[in-house]
Structures are given as structure tokens and as C-alpha cells.
């Protein structure tokens, strides 16, 4: 192709923009100039550029699904000091965000008290979710109930819980700070069973599983629940004292007994 370098250049802008790649038209001539130096093969040269597109694709894509999911604080394993929170080790955590449990439609079960790291875990295994291509939604069991409730009201339930199927994790954070009625119960088991060996949630709750009979105001209920939950799922109990408050240090908490001065 006789063609001037000012030619090419106008065609590669016209293909790129067709082609929706506006990475390609940026990178091209900057990684031609290091394929000529490093003397790459046109098939390098080719594989180069397109990595480029796909990884910028897949990081927006990403972001996309992050903002998309709802979670409360983006928080990753990075910012999580497993040092001080012994009952999870980090090779259980990477075990966990290898996303197996996604592959395999199971469960993951973050239990313990107020502050001990489980929203914070359960966000970062979402957000990896996202970044591994997997659409998410986070929650808590409150905020879960009231959509299900308002399907539920409007004769949506169905149709609700199917386009939630298409939710490769759900996660519901702080089961058990509420107590449920009855009907809410009832959603709440519909949505575990409705994805039961079909898709993954993770759970967190501040409660041992012996105690969810209360949250759900009926032991049948939560032991079915529990039953369908814990079948394929890895449960993790985390402990110690609220991180929230350790980095309050105890001289700031408040004193719960008599100060005479
Ligand atoms: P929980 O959901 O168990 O009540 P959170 O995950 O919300 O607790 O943790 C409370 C706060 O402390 C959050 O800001 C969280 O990022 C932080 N945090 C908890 N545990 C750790 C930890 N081991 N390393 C770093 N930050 C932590
Ligand atoms: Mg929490």
C-alpha cells in the first residue's frame, strides 16, 4: 500500500472511531514506535494493541459493576490488617476471592461481633467480584426486605427475584440487627432459596446461627434458612474487640462506671 504516513494515520482515526477503540488510536503509533525499537513481530505488535483495548474495557467494565453494586465504602484486603483479625488468615481470604465459590454457586458466611471486619471483607470480596466480570449487589437485610417487600406489594415479586438471578453474588450484610415479622421472614426465604445452588450470596451477620431463630421470629424458618445457606458455603467467625473502637482508643470510650473525683 502506497499510502503517505499522514494517510494511515487518518485511516487508523477513522477505524478506531467505527471500531468504538479510542485506546488503539492512542496507543498505536506510541507502541509501533517501541515494537520497531524492541523489533516485535507484527503479530506482537498486534497482540500489544489489543491488550490495551481489552484491559481498559474490562477496568471500565469493572467500575462500572463496582458503582453499580451499592456497597457502602469501597474497601479491599489491601486496607485490611489481618494481623489483627486472627480468625480469618489472609490465605483464607485469597482462597475465597480466587471466586471458586462463584464458579460453584456457594455461600460465604461472615459471623462475629460489631466492628470485627465482616462488612468490610464481604465489600472486598464483592468488589473483586466485580473486577473478575461478575454483576453484584450489596445490601443489608433491612434494605433487602423493604425491595422485596415493595415487589411483594406490587405484584413484582416473581419477576423481581428472577432479575436478581441474573446477580452472580448477592450480598446481605448484617442479618440479625433487626428483627423480622413474619412476611418479611417469608421474602427473605424465598430469596435463599430462589438462588439456592443457582447463585452465590454472602452473609454477615453478628449473630451465631443458634440465634437466628429470633431474628426470623420462627425456628422453622431460620433453621430451613440456615439449612439452605450453610450447605455449600465456607463460614467464617470472626473475633475481638471492634476495630472501630480500637482505632477510638479506649481513653475516648465512654465510661460505664462511676467516676467520684
Ligand atoms: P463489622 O461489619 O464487622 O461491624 P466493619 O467491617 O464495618 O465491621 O469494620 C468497622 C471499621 O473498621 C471499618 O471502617 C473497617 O474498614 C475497619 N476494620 C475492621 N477490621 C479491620 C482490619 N482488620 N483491618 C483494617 N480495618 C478494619
Ligand atoms: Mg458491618
Redesign the pocket.
Known sequence: MATTPAETAKTLEYLTTSLKAPRIREAAARIADTARTNHWSYEEYLAAVLEREVAARNASGARLRITAAGFP?I?TAE????S??TAITHTDYAAMASGRYLAEAGNIV?L??????????ATALGITACHQGHRVLYATAVDWIHRLKNAHDTGRLDAELRKLGRYRLIII??VGYLPFEQEAANLFFQLISTRYEKASLIL?S?LPFARWGEVFGDVTIAAAMIDRIVHHAEVHT?KGA???LK?LGTDSLPSTTHQTN
Open positions: 465504602a474497601k486496607d485490611f490488617d489481618f489483627t483479625q461472615l462475629g461481633p460489631p466492628g470485627t471486619g465482616k462488612t468490610h471483607l450484610d448484617e454477615t453478628n470472626l471492634s476495630y472501630r482505632t
